[in-house]
């Protein structure tokens, strides 16, 4: 069914792919597959050309287009996956790859499809849709088998099936390591369940960012359940943020006085509230000086009211003695900025 030119083609094709699956530049990797995009936009012209003479129906044969297209371009992503060129900082080398090749699959699929609408001449027996639908299949199924793994373990509220996950590489967008622990995380969410938590291993990352630890913390603060908080292990600072969010969601001002627990923050954020609903008197309780004439400016920004300045500050002099400079935190100033919605 191929002429000559086409096979010619399609052997460079596949060295390109197995060049993307070999790089570790992602500078060089970005540009690599852009080329490759570009080389495939040629060779899918003259692939589709050899397409256009089977004596196929027109439907049949605008079909096979399709597949042809959607192989060549959905196998360049394969191989970028499994490669070492990597997503890019930010992704941006994944996101760019993509517009492109997409770009490129759609000036593929436009010219494939006129070039086949307007060929009369049918004369080559063949059926190849098959075997092409069958080649697709496999390759969507690589690309797709930790979406659709994640998935199906979130519709079931079974973190067993995270299990299934296959992680080879620590920075590409298939098969990626810690995707199991990140497929728990988001199961264990969904059902507020802490004992699924607790089946994250956190392999990948440090105590700083363990995913077990900010499950955990997601849990309790869902359940208003500070005895959860302790079940977080060697971070001490996350046990007392977790405790310190349950009484801001709660408005318990008592769990402010928890150990471990940064009181002063808590009661700002109290005292805060939902921004205009917050309540200067909270403020009152908050032990460093700056930290409370800054709660009552906060408030006096959100509400749009300069009262809470005039209410709640001291004079200038009596604002020093506290330890407390008048350019920062002032009557005046937070009359001010009160009166303008922002900090000035």
Do not use: W
Not at 29 to 37: D, S
Not at 50 to 71: A, H, P, Q
Not at 316 to 334: H, M, R, T, W
């Amino acid at each position: 069914m191929l002429s000559k030119t086409s096979k010619i083609l399609l052997g460079i094709y596949a060295f390109l792919l197995l060049v993307i699956l070999l790089t570790f530049s992602d500078s060089f990797g970005f540009f690599l597959l852009i080329g490759t995009g570009l080389f495939t936009l040629v060779t899918s012209i003259f692939v589709v050309n050899d397409v256009k003479k089977l004596k196929n129906s027109l439907t049949s044969r605008i079909f096979s287009v399709v597949l042809i297209i959607l192989i060549l371009y959905f196998a360049i992503m394969l191989f970028y996956g499994l490669g070492n060129i990597g997503v890019g900082e930010k992704g941006l080398v994944f996101m760019f790859s993509l517009f492109a090749m997409l770009i490129f699959a759609g000036l593929s699929l436009v010219i494939g499809i006129i070039l086949v609408v307007i060929n009369k001449n049918q004369n080559v027996e063949n059926k190849p849709n098959k075997i092409l639908s069958i080649i697709l299949i496999v390759i969507l199924a690589l690309l797709f088998y930790s979406s659709a793994v994640s998935s199906m373990a979130r519709l079931t509220g079974s973190s067993g099936f995270c299990s299934m996950h296959i992680e080879i590489k620590s920075n590409s967008f298939i098969f990626v390591k810690g995707m199991q622990d990140s497929c728990i995380f988001r199961v264990a969410l969904d059902n507020s369940d802490i004992a699924q938590c607790k089946q994250i291993k956190d392999s990948y990352v440090d105590v700083a960012n363990s995913l077990k630890n900010k499950c955990i913390l997601n849990v309790a603060r869902d359940l208003s359940d500070t005895s959860l908080c302790y079940q977080i292990t060697n971070d001490k600072q996350r046990q007392g943020d977790c405790v310190r969010y349950i009484g801001e969601n709660t408005g318990d001002l008592s769990i402010c006085e928890t150990p471990g627990v940064d009181r002063d923050m808590c009661y700002s954020n109290i005292a805060r509230g939902e921004r205009e609903n917050g309540n200067p008197e909270i403020c009152r309780y908050i032990e460093n000086n700056e930290s409370r004439y800054h709660c009552y400016s906060i408030i006096a920004i959100d509400k749009r009211d300069p009262s809470i300045c005039e209410k709640y500050f001291p004079t200038d002099a009596v604002l020093i003695q506290e330890g407390v400079n008048p350019a920062d935190y002032s009557k005046s100033k937070c009359i001010v900025d009160a009166e303008k919605g922002y900090f000035n």
